[in-house]
């Protein structure tokens, strides 16, 4: 079993930055994506970045890019999403999210393991 726990959330005014961070167990593999995605109140829950078990390669929704960035450091096992330029429509719930796939993904189906996920709220 893969545990994920996300911390970092909180409340930032519209252009602040926030950095969300996401520790993962022992048994998570080094070697495959990890994603962030978020849910906002009634909507579905959204890709918003990945990255492989490398961190060479990344990948983001078009409503991010530019501003948010995902990394990770396996000698750790954390991986982070550093948001900037932060906007109203940012404001939701994130979730870390793991997976055994070695290529990159967008979808949720392809994740198995889920953190609790944290609050960002982004104020006018």
């Known amino acids: 079993q893969v545990h994920l726990v996300e911390s970092g959330g909180g409340l930032v005014q519209v252009g602040g930055s926030m950095r969300l961070s996401c520790a993962a167990s022992?048994?998570?593999?080094?070697?495959?994506?990890k994603g962030w995605f978020r849910q906002a109140p009634g909507k579905e829950r959204e890709f918003v970045a990945a990255i492989t078990g490398s961190g060479g390669d990344t990948a983001y929704a078009d409503s991010v890019k530019g501003r948010f960035t995902i990394s990770r450091d396996n000698a750790k096992n954390t991986m982070s999403l550093q948001m900037n330029s932060l906007k109203p429509e940012d404001t939701a719930v994130y979730y870390c999210?793991?997976?055994?796939?070695?290529?990159?993904?967008?979808?949720?189906?392809?994740?198995?393991?889920w953190g609790q996920g944290t609050q960002v709220t982004v104020s006018s």
């Open positions: 999210a793991h997976s055994v796939r070695v290529t990159l993904s967008k979808l949720k189906h392809d994740y198995s393991y």
């Open positions: 022992a048994r998570a593999s080094r070697t495959t994506i």
